[in-house]
């Protein structure tokens, strides 16, 4: 009922003051003297009535209109300040003149007024008898107030509309922890609107939140009750991740998957190092745990974060997820050469087993005439340790190169023989 008899009073003020002259303020001048004019008619204090609200003060009055008046001075004291000293704050240029709206007050204090007649040069009337009024309190804010909490990186203030007719928009107010102090961080218009999301917050964090009204003049409600809420926690990331180093051109991924219910998929990151910068590679689907990734290289260690995603986009902190290592398969070992000689118009090649890898061998045959032509000749698969080659001419120069290959396909370094040349002395040993 109190906010409703403010609303009816602020709405009469409104249309009082649509018809008052307001146009004759000047800067409050105390007069220490004034010249007063005792033949002046002086106004009745009991004429003078008034209609406050929360800063402004209307004000009539039964006035004058006998020769030799021209209007009004207003007179003003802020009671518990000014102590009983008025000091003229508007001149009412027109004895028909009957009102006038003081502005620009405080809110829950008391004023006097008292009012004299304007008479010719500088002289006017004694001053009425003051009447007293206070300026009506600030309104309140909003009755009702809440903050939606566990939501990614946002929260929800909603609230019931103000009853107060005069308000037009709300002051939404924000302060956590690190920022105690109170920010203004949005207007919002209608006095109708009942909700405002706060966007880009942090995640994990309590926010604290307080709504003011304002109304079409700008006064400003006092701040409504504080209400908190805490933004939605970053998932926790998966359990047993490991990596393979057995893999010829590859690592495989695989981890434990994330049980939660809100868990949509996973991203998987890699890093050359340990420390090092780690960028995305992947994306798995909630019900996948293997990731391959595929690498051209032999015996190349990678590391890897997993982190989960949920269903609002949100991604547990890579910085808080440990790495693990993974390395591709290393190539194998090349044979160890034990004899490369021309025997019987021949070539003969023996080897030991570098590696117990090897499945296979292969063997480059260079044949060079002079310095500047030459032909390579690549024979795959050989099964056993020796070669011997009968496809052989005078005066070329031959050498020979030994590769192992895995069963992955992968090759060892080529282990190269000493120059043969047929009908020459050969050297039986390696480079």
Known sequence: MRRLIKSLLLIALMIWIAGCDT????????????????????????????????????????????????????????????????????????KYASHYVDTDLKPSTLYGYSISVIGKGKSESTHSQAVQVYTLPIIDSVSFITAVKNLPRQVKIIWRPHTNLSVNRYYLER????????????????????????????????????????????????????????????????????????????????????????????????????????????????????????????????FYKITSVDKDGLETDIKTVQSVMGRTLSAPKEPILTLAMIQDQKVVLNWEKGDNRAVSYNIYKKASEGFFK?????????????????????????????????????VSNKVETTSLVLNKNIQNKTK
Do not use: C, M
């Open 23 to 94: 146009t004759n303020n000047l800067q409050p001048i105390k007069i220490v003297k004034p010249q007063i004019d005792p033949n002046l008619p002086v106004i009745e204090a009991s004429s003078i009535k008034f209609i406050p609200s929360i800063t402004q003060i209307a004000l009539e009055w039964k006035g004058t209109t006998a020769d030799g008046t021209y209007g009004y001075y207003i007179y003003r004291s802020n009671v518990q300040k000014d102590a009983g000293e008025f000091t003229r704050v508007a001149t009412v240029r027109s």
């Open 175 to 302: 302060s956590d922890t690190k920022h105690p102090k109170w920010e203004k961080i949005a207007t919002i218009k209608g006095r109708l609107s009942p909700e405002y999301i706060d966007r880009d917050l942090k995640d994990n964090t309590t926010y604290s939140y307080r709504l003011r009204a304002v109304t079409f003049d700008n006064i400003v409600s006092e701040p409504s009750k504080i209400v908190k809420a805490t933004t939605k926690k970053l998932p926790k990331g998966v359990n047993n991740v490991e990596a393979t180093t057995n893999q010829a051109k590859k690592i495989i991924i695989t981890w434990e998957p994330n049980l939660d219910k809100e868990i949509v998929g996973y991203n998987i990151y890699s890093s050359d190092s340990e420390n090092g910068s780690y960028s995305k590679i992947a994306y798995a689907n909630k019900d996948d745990n293997t990731v391959e990734n595929i690498i051209q290289e032999d015996n190349k260690v990678k």
């Open 374 to 410: 030459s032909t390579t000749k690549v024979i795959k698969n050989i099964q056993d340790l020796r070669y011997e080659d009968q496809d052989i001419s005078r005066g070329i120069t031959y050498t020979y190169y030994i590769q192992a290959v895995d069963e992955n396909g992968l």
